[in-house]
């Protein structure tokens, strides 16, 4: 094929051509999509209008919750669009903003896992100092330097992977991957390759391994809990987010940590509809609704929007 250096549109081939089957898809894409932004907003809403959950573990579930909103918005409703007018095309200039966009409120997703890794150990091993250690300006610095850190990174990626030229514009997932990408480029891009493999490690991995430490410290602390409610109480706020970050790790390692040149599978697309669909869908149930100040917050949000609505038709 002849070389795009400025590729007008890309050609999406990561599901079936089977009408019936994208009908398919697109219902549940949507259910998905419909679970994940109504049950993030409802934490955003529950805790910004209940002032007792004005603490910094509840301000790291909004900003989670904002994060987990951006990263599912940024792929399905395009994916959806693509199932429902049985197209398949992107624009050169989408998909630059998916890549772009996906990486920011991904790293930044990331980034918050790990914050709130230390937010739990600073709460379960040093509880008499957590309101100094964790107060309200160390929070805010925290999140913005994830932001500022994730936009640097976003925008040094995405020039990175559309520097290059293109030899085909066919690429074989359900959004604008970057490893599906590098495929398509028919310069060398190795050095391309080896700098991604470089910053995402050093991320990444610098993340994983501070949130590894982080909790073998945290389950020495509370073995020593001589009462086993107290234990059980700390590991029920520490294990679904050991168990979320563990998924997210995986699924991504598969997908980024090996060689553009490995040839493309359907476990590629299947790996990619779990960590960038399962993890904002769950976040909401898995960190916050088996919280019980949550749920009590839930509840007076949604009695409150039921007695204003009966207000309104009476």
Same mark, same amino acid.
Request: a positive charge; charged letters at 10%.
């Given at each position: 094929? #002849?070389? #795009?250096?400025?590729?007008?549109?890309?050609?999406?081939?990561?599901? %079936?051509?089977?009408r019936k089957l994208q009908i398919l898809y697109f219902f549940v894409f949507l259910a998905s999509y419909l679970a994940a932004i109504t049950g993030n907003l409802l934490i955003i809403l529950a805790i910004a209008l209940d002032h007792h959950l004005h603490t910094p573990m509840y301000f790291?579930?909004?900003?989670?919750?904002?994060?987990?909103?951006?990263?599912?918005?940024?792929?399905?409703?395009?994916?959806?669009?693509?199932? /429902?007018? *049985?197209?398949?095309?992107?624009? &050169?200039?989408?998909?630059?903003?998916?890549?772009?966009? &996906?990486?920011?409120?991904?790293?930044?997703?990331?980034?918050?896992?790990?914050?709130?890794?230390?937010?739990?150990?600073?709460?379960?091993?040093?509880?008499? #100092?957590?309101?100094? @250690?964790? *107060?309200?300006?160390?929070?805010?610095?925290?999140? @913005?330097?994830?932001? @500022?850190?994730?936009?640097? &990174?976003?925008?040094? !990626?995405?020039?990175?992977?559309?520097?290059?030229?293109?030899?085909?514009?066919?690429?074989? #997932?359900?959004?604008?991957?970057?490893?599906?990408?590098?495929?398509?480029?028919?310069?060398?891009?190795?050095?391309?390759?080896?700098?991604? /493999?470089?910053? %995402?490690? %050093?991320?990444?991995?610098?993340?994983?391994?501070?949130?590894? =430490?982080?909790?073998?410290?945290?389950? %020495?602390?509370?073995?020593? =809990?001589?009462? =086993? !409610?107290?234990?059980?109480?700390?590991?029920?706020?520490?294990?679904? !987010?050991?168990?979320?970050?563990?998924?997210?790790? +995986?699924? =991504?390692?598969?997908? &980024?940590?090996?060689?553009?040149?490995y040839a493309s599978s359907d476990l590629d697309v299947a790996f990619a509809v779990i960590y960038t669909i399962i993890p904002p869908t769950l976040n909401p149930f898995i960190y916050s609704m088996r919280n019980k100040e949550i749920k009590t917050a839930l509840w007076k949000l949604l009695? !409150? +929007?039921?007695?204003?609505?009966?207000?309104?038709? /009476?």
């Amino acid at each position: 094929m #002849q070389n #795009q250096t400025s590729t007008p549109t890309f050609l999406l081939m990561g599901f %079936s051509e089977i009408r019936k089957l994208q009908i398919l898809y697109f219902f549940v894409f949507l259910a998905s999509y419909l679970a994940a932004i109504t049950g993030n907003l409802l934490i955003i809403l529950a805790i910004a209008l209940d002032h007792h959950l004005h603490t910094p573990m509840y301000f790291f579930l909004i900003n989670l919750a904002m994060m987990d909103i951006g990263i599912i918005s940024v792929i399905v409703p395009k994916s959806m669009a693509m199932f /429902l007018l *049985n197209s398949r095309w992107i624009s &050169y200039f989408g998909c630059v903003a998916q890549v772009f966009l &996906y990486f920011l409120f991904g790293i930044s997703d990331f980034i918050l896992l790990t914050i709130m890794a230390r937010d739990r150990y600073v709460a379960i091993c040093n509880p008499l #100092q957590y309101e100094s @250690v964790m *107060n309200k300006g160390a929070c805010i610095q925290m999140v @913005v330097t994830g932001w @500022v850190t994730s936009l640097i &990174y976003a925008t040094l !990626h995405t020039c990175g992977t559309f520097a290059n030229t293109f030899c085909s514009i066919a690429v074989k #997932q359900f959004f604008c991957e970057v490893p599906a990408l590098l495929k398509l480029t028919c310069s060398d891009f190795y050095l391309v390759e080896v700098w991604f /493999l470089v910053i %995402s490690s %050093s991320i990444g991995l610098g993340c994983f391994i501070f949130i590894i =430490i982080t909790y073998m410290q945290i389950f %020495s602390t509370v073995l020593r =809990i001589p009462s =086993i !409610h107290g234990q059980k109480k700390a590991l029920s706020t520490c294990l679904p !987010h050991l168990t979320v970050v563990s998924v997210l790790m +995986s699924t =991504i390692l598969f997908a &980024y940590a090996r060689s553009p040149t490995y040839a493309s599978s359907d476990l590629d697309v299947a790996f990619a509809v779990i960590y960038t669909i399962i993890p904002p869908t769950l976040n909401p149930f898995i960190y916050s609704m088996r919280n019980k100040e949550i749920k009590t917050a839930l509840w007076k949000l949604l009695d !409150h +929007s039921s007695n204003s609505f009966s207000r309104v038709v /009476l």
